[in-house]
């Protein structure tokens, strides 16, 4: 059983070096590493659902469900089981392999709310779709119950630099999040820990981010790259958007660094080009959310994103297909 720990492989001056090359050196080493670790011109399509939206209690600065911030939402109970099973079903139907579900909670609190999201991971385990949920902080023997109800990976980002988190969320530190991270790992679940880009970090900030979760012991199976979607009501509603190069350059040193990770692209697509998802996906990035929405804002409908896969000839990745190929082995 694995337990996740920073086992500093990597050094800080090294990733930095790495981050400076030039753009099209990174993106051609890192589309090496791609094809060495990855099946070309193969996309995991994965759908997102919000089982419990808004009245969070934390003051993540982003965020359009924190209690703190007025972006207008109205706060929801958590969804009934059957209701989120029709919608991971309607999922599959149209072509996703991974259902993630999110909840507006600052942390898992033992109980009937949390054993029916066990309920849920188990359904959507059940019918052949990988399971992933997001909850916020997490025990180690709660961690080991979503284990046991089939869940594939838990989403849990570290979001930015340890140095810049405190300007981005004051209720929660780094440890924190590591720890939760640890637990997730100690259950033997896969963690899907990445960031978001554009909250106002420096370049230093991102290095130090990628630094992180390359240090990350087991290295996550996903890494969610997620652009900031500004919210109104929220305090980066005005943040001006990272320049596209910055996003595709974080990609490209992800992927080289973490070279068996799905490198994800999660929030922010609808705002962003596509020849920039082109690039990004020429960089390493093989995952995407489709669908209209993400938790709370929108995202590509899926047919642009079947369009757009086309144009490119980029095929849907089956379910499970790590797994299996380990199994044949
Ligand atoms: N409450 C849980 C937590 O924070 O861990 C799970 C839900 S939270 C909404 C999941 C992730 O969505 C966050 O860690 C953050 O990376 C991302 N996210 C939230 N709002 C975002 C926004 N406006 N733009 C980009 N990413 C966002
Ligand atoms: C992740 O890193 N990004 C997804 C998923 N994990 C849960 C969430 C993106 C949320 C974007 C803002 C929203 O729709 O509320
Ligand atoms: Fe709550 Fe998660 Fe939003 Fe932070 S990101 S306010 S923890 S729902």
Known sequence: MSNIQEIKSYTLEEVTALYNRPLLDLVYEAAGVHRENHTANEMQMCTLLSIKTGGCTEDCGYCSQSLSNDAGLEKEVLLKTADVLEQ????????????????????????????????????????????????????????????????????????????????????????????????????GINACCGGILGLGESDEDRVSLLYTLANLNPQPESVPINMLVPVEGTPMAKNKMLDIFEWIRCIAVARILIPKAMVRLSAGRLTISKEAQAMAFMAGANAIFTGEKLLTTPNPEKDADYELLGELGIKPRAPFKDEEQEEAA
């Open 88 to 187: 991971a079903r309607k999922a599959k139907e149209s072509g996703s392999t991974r259902f993630c579900m999110g909840a507006a909670w600052p942390k898992v609190l033992d109980g009937r709310a949390f054993d029916r999201v066990c309920d849920m991971v188990q359904g959507v385990s059940d019918m052949g779709m990988e399971a992933c949920v997001t909850l916020g902080m997490l025990t180690e023997p709660q961690a080991v119950k979503l284990k046991a109800a089939g869940l594939t990976a838990y989403n849990h980002n570290l979001d930015t630099s340890r140095e810049f988190y405190d300007k981005v969320v004051t209720t929660r530190n780094y440890d924190d999040r590591l720890d939760t991270l640890k637990n997730v790992a100690k259950a």
